[in-house]
């Protein structure tokens, strides 16, 4: 019987619970339309990372990463290239060598991370053959093709079929170089990772670096699902003891902070709409229980118990703060549904975003934790409102209440 | 009595409504105006450290340097051109460079690196580069020697006294090398500096790339970025083709861009946050209004104008707010001055974040009057907005029915 | 048999500016079936005296008890319940909730109490046909006037199963008519059901039912007829 009387008592003034339940309600749909927009973004980055950039795993000679030399090289990694591929859950192992060169073209120079590929393994590991603009995929040039991105053959004057020189220095130390041609140009969304890599065939950079035959620097797998990469990850260990296996956030662990710092910023985004909504919730219920004094006079009177009037101004709040705060996920929810297939256009700050991996054209993501713990948090915020005017309430002397002079 | 006497023993009859809803605009100001001030704060920083340190906030270039990097692109500065410029109003200091790229190589490594050709007197003078050396000395004019970041230095295992081989594009296409012993190592607050940048005397540098007399750019600097526009004006009226004037927004879309988006994701929360008390501050009105109706009938039946009553009601409007903003502002003026003089910073796992996204770990706060004036503006408009419902239920009132209520 | 002792009750106000003995010493005693009126001036200390009897405030000295309790030596929330199960109140107004129809207003207190659905549903519409508002069972009371506002609280109050019932002036608020006919309910339901009543009223009209008037002036008793 309480419910029923909580409910029938917030329509009471029509006008004024429906201020509130209006403020909780954009307030709720704006935090929940932002978090999923800040999920969207964040989910992009992920998938970029590792569908472009990172992949699930990647293996090395376990010096490899800190001095970046030449020297560090796996022998017989291609071998061992092999070996993963027959592991459970492994989609793809694309084994690479990688050089820090210099490459120019007739006018200009720049500083680049070279990977020697062979482009039917890496098919399977990254999807760079998806973000090609131009060209081809390391074909269609005979002699030393060379795949670059669209942001570093902006910055040198490159197009298709242009002449570029490679200068490194190989496995004895000498600065050795050679010339090769545009065979392709590709575009991811991370600019930054862009204008850094380029493509070539192993064989022309197993050549030119006179490395050993079968050697790598590094292998990228990329498993089914990621689910499955830290089992992977101890089968692989246990082939090549020896070398070091990282998964993807070993790699990077900015990005699993990034994610971790957003999952925060999120909460604490709801919090303070809360927080603000808390001033008003208060506000409309501490008029409520004045209004209503010789009311919960005579309620005290006919003996219910404190605790009874203490529970059904508690359950009154909550039901009014919960009828905004429902009315708000969904509206949030249905709001984000939609921009989760129509997309929001952020191409006006695409160069900023996209420096740092952001895809501008964002597709907002609804997290199912997410909806729960906003739930509860509503709920939350409806009981500390309702703390200061329950007390309040409960202390009213009946006898007081009811005297009518 | 007059109005403003009237009106403010009005928002004291019941204290603890108007001292809630004052308690939210307070929440409101000093949120907003914080937030802001980090936002500024952070951005003035992250503007700060590239122009302070690399691209000033104007510079003189060829027309076509900027599209196309290259040695080729570059141009003669004349005594009397150099001249005028410094005598610029607002002009602090100039300084020329010769920047291009080369292959740097130690015994045992090599890696591509920006090489820049500085004076160093007047480097120091736009840059403070010499306050960033940690180890070595800073250059002198006409000095061999090279200043290197300390992440380039490390990652090619040299220290002060080694010597560094530079290979790199000179004038015309012909072939750029020199040897250098290494001088001193700077660290700056941005990593990506200190992974690509090698300074040279510009004599130096000019003679490697075969480029004598020859510049890239003339950095121009002015005390902030407030002076820039009137300096860039008189710099117009200055440069003529074949050179050109850039200003550090269009050398650097990125950062601009992500400047503005930030803070129109800063300026939709503040929105948000707004609106929610505002929907605070009209159930109060509401409220003062619904309790009052038949004393307000009662003063417009013995003879008061309406429209003094709704310039009253006007007025309890303003002071309540007006509570709620001179707190906030006085609290924030409080908070953001003192961790304006001592900002945060941040350590762990979220300064590597930082520091990887080529931000200082710091959170830096802004003492800019507009993150103050904007709240003002901001609570005002509110007030305007919700200020019409008692203006329009004034007008409607019907004397009888509001006598007999 | 005696449900009521009151023993040498005593109730002093104390504020900054004044000190008021509303109640000064009372000595009292009511059986059960009694229909009593409490009469008095304005100040008598009639309310107060019900309040105190009713357990609503607390005397300065003396004891009430109620079939033999000692209310005033529970503790708060003993006197609260003790209230539920034991005393019915019938106030000037604000004796229903609005957002209950007449029904729910009695099914209210049962639930509060603890009776199952069904009982009280059935308990609840015998006893407002008793007050006769059968026809007006689902009537909130903004719908009703208050003649029947009032029946819909004796209703209640019976619906506790009360030892007594106390009503603190019913009629102030109601025209004639229904005075004469609230009045007519609560003499029939003491005559016939043997529910004992006790009120505070200035309507002379009311103290012609009574059977026993007690007379207050200044918080002392000074007359106390039974007819």
Redesign the interface.
């Given at each position: 019987?309480l419910i029923?009387?909580s409910w029938?008592?917030i329509w009471?003034n029509k006008?004024?619970s429906l201020?509130?339940i209006?403020?909780i309600t954009?307030?709720i749909m704006?935090?929940v339309f932002?978090t999923a927009f800040m999920k969207g973004m964040m989910v992009q980055r992920l998938e970029t990372a590792i569908r472009s950039e990172i992949s699930n795993l990647q293996v090395h000679d376990s010096l490899f990463r800190i001095?970046?030399?030449l020297k560090y090289f796996i022998p017989k990694g291609m071998a061992l290239a092999g070996s993963i591929d027959t592991l459970e859950h492994v989609r793809g192992t694309a084994p690479r060598i990688i050089v820090?060169?210099?490459i120019?073209s007739?006018?200009?120079?720049?500083?680049?991370s070279v990977l020697g590929i062979e482009p039917e393994r890496e098919k399977k590991v990254t999807d760079i053959i998806d973000h090609l603009e131009e060209g081809q995929y390391l074909e269609g040039v005979r002699r030393n093709p060379i795949l670059i991105s669209r942001k570093l053959a902006d910055?040198l004057?490159l197009h298709l079929r242009s002449r570029v020189v490679l200068?490194?220095?190989d496995l004895d130390?000498n600065?050795t170089a050679d010339a090769f041609r545009v065979a392709g140009i590709y575009r991811t969304t991370n600019t930054s990772y862009d204008e850094v890599h380029v493509f070539v065939r192993y064989d022309d950079l197993l050549r030119l670096t006179a490395l050993p035959d079968g050697a790598v620097h590094e292998i990228a797998v990329r498993t089914d699902d990621d689910r499955f990469t830290p089992a992977v990850q101890q089968a692989i260990r246990h082939l090549a003891p020896r070398l070091e296996v990282l998964t993807w956030e070993q790699i990077s662990?900015?990005l699993r902070?990034?994610v971790a710092?957003m999952d925060q910023y999120m909460y604490l985004?709801i919090a303070?709409?809360l927080?603000?909504?808390l001033?008003?919730i208060?506000?409309?219920m501490?008029?409520v229980i004045l209004e209503r004094r010789?009311?919960i006079?005579?309620?005290?009177?006919?003996?219910?118990?404190?605790?009874?009037v203490f529970g059904m101004i508690l359950l009154e709040t909550v039901m009014l703060t919960m009828a905004g705060g429902i009315v708000g996920i969904v509206g949030g929810i249905l709001v984000s549904k939609y921009f989760e297939v129509h997309y929001i256009d952020?191409s006006?700050?695409?160069?900023?975003?996209?420096?740092?991996g952001y895809n501008s054209l964002v597709h907002t993501r609804i997290d199912p934790a997410l909806v729960v713990t906003v739930t509860l948090m509503v709920i939350f915020t409806g009981i500390v409102a309702a703390l200061y005017p329950a007390w309040k309430a409960i202390r009213y002397?009946?006898?007081e209440a009811?005297?009518?002079e | 009595m007059k109005s403003p006497v009237i009106a403010w023993r009005n928002i004291w009859r019941n204290k603890r409504r108007t001292l809630i809803t004052a308690a939210s605009v307070f929440f409101g100001v000093i949120f907003a105006a914080v937030m802001s001030s980090m936002q500024e704060g952070s951005y003035s920083k992250m503007i700060d450290n590239v122009v302070k340190f690399y691209s000033g906030y104007l510079q003189v270039q060829q027309e076509d340097y900027w599209e196309n990097k290259t040695i080729n692109n570059t141009f003669v500065l004349s005594d009397s051109l150099s001249g005028a410029i410094a005598r610029i109003p607002g002009v602090t200091a100039t300084a020329p460079r010769l920047e291009s790229f080369a292959l740097a190589s130690s015994d045992e490594l090599t890696k591509g690196a920006v090489v820049i050709g500085i004076d160093p007197e007047a480097e120091h003078r736009v840059t403070n580069l010499e306050r960033w050396i940690i180890r070595g000395r800073y250059l002198h004019p006409g000095d061999s020697g090279i200043l290197m970041g300390d992440e380039l230095a490390s990652y090619l295992h040299v220290d002060v006294g080694d010597t560094l081989v530079l290979l790199g594009m000179g004038y015309h296409g012909v072939s750029a090398a020199g040897k250098y012993p290494v001088a001193g190592i700077f660290r700056y607050p941005m990593p990506q500096f200190n992974r690509q940048f090698i300074y040279l005397d510009l004599k130096q540098a000019q003679e490697l790339y075969w480029a004598p007399h020859r510049i890239t750019s003339l950095v121009v600097m002015v005390r902030d970025h407030y002076q820039m526009p009137a300096a860039r004006q008189a710099l117009d009226t200055l440069i003529h083709p074949p050179l050109r004037v850039m200003s550090w927004d269009e050398m650097q879309p990125e950062l601009v861009q992500l400047i503005a988006s930030d803070r129109l994701g800063g300026k939709i929360f503040k929105a948000i946050l707004y609106v929610i008390i505002a929907f605070g501050i009209l159930g109060t009105v509401i409220m003062m209004f619904a309790e009052r109706r038949r004393e307000l009938a009662v003063m417009i039946a013995i003879g008061t104008q309406k429209r003094l009553l709704a310039w009253i009601l006007f007025l309890e409007i303003v002071f309540i707010a007006l509570l709620g903003v001179i707190t906030g502002l006085a609290g924030s003026v409080a908070v953001n001055t003192w961790f304006y003089h001592h900002p945060i910073r941040v350590a762990g796992e979220a300064a590597k974040a930082f520091t990887d996204m080529g931000i200082e770990p710091v959170y830096a706060f802004s003492l800019m009057p507009s993150v103050f004036y904007n709240q003002v503006i901001t609570v005002f408009i509110l007030v305007m907005l919700v200020s019409l419902y008692p203006m329009i239920k004034t007008a409607c009132l019907k004397v009888p029915q509001a006598l007999r209520g | 048999m005696k449900i009521i002792e009151i023993r040498d009750l005593v109730k002093i106000y104390d504020s900054e500016e004044i000190r008021v003995t509303a109640v000064d010493h009372i000595d009292l005693s009511f059986e059960e079936g009694e229909f009593t009126a409490v009469v008095g001036p304005s100040g008598s200390g009639k309310t107060t005296f019900l309040n105190l009897v009713g357990g609503l405030d607390r005397p300065t000295s003396g004891r009430v008890i109620i079939h033999g309790i000692d209310l005033w030596s529970l503790r708060p929330h003993e006197i609260t319940d003790f209230r539920l199960h034991n005393i019915g109140f019938v106030f000037q107004a604000y004796n229903l909730l609005p957002v209950l129809t007449a029904l729910e207003n009695v099914e209210f207190i049962m639930h509060l109490q603890g009776w199952p659905k069904a009982e009280r549903q059935r308990r609840a519409v015998e006893l407002l046909e008793a007050v006769g508002l059968a026809d007006r069972l689902h009537s909130r009371p903004s719908r009703l006037s208050g003649g029947q506002q009032q029946r819909v609280a004796v209703a209640r109050a019976l619906a506790s199963r009360p030892r007594f019932i106390l009503a603190d002036e019913p009629t102030a608020n109601l025209d004639s008519h229904s005075t004469e006919n609230l009045l007519n309910i609560m003499e029939r339901l003491n005559r016939e059901e043997g529910i004992t009543f006790i009120f505070s009223t200035h309507d002379a009209r009311v103290v012609k039912k009574a059977r026993r008037i007690i007379t207050l002036e200044d918080g002392k008793v000074i007359a106390d007829e039974k007819r």
């Open positions: 019987m029923a009387i029938r008592n009471r006008l004024r201020v509130v209006i403020a954009l307030g704006a935090g932002s001095t970046g030399e820090q060169a210099m120019s007739a006018e200009a120079g720049s500083g680049v910055k004057n200068t490194l220095q130390r600065l662990p900015e902070y990034i710092a985004f303070i709409i927080l603000a909504l001033f008003g208060i506000n409309t501490l008029m010789k009311e006079g005579m309620l005290l009177a006919i003996g219910m118990s404190r605790l009874r952020l006006m700050f695409g160069k900023g975003l996209e420096q740092w002397d009946p006898a009811l005297r009518t | - | -």
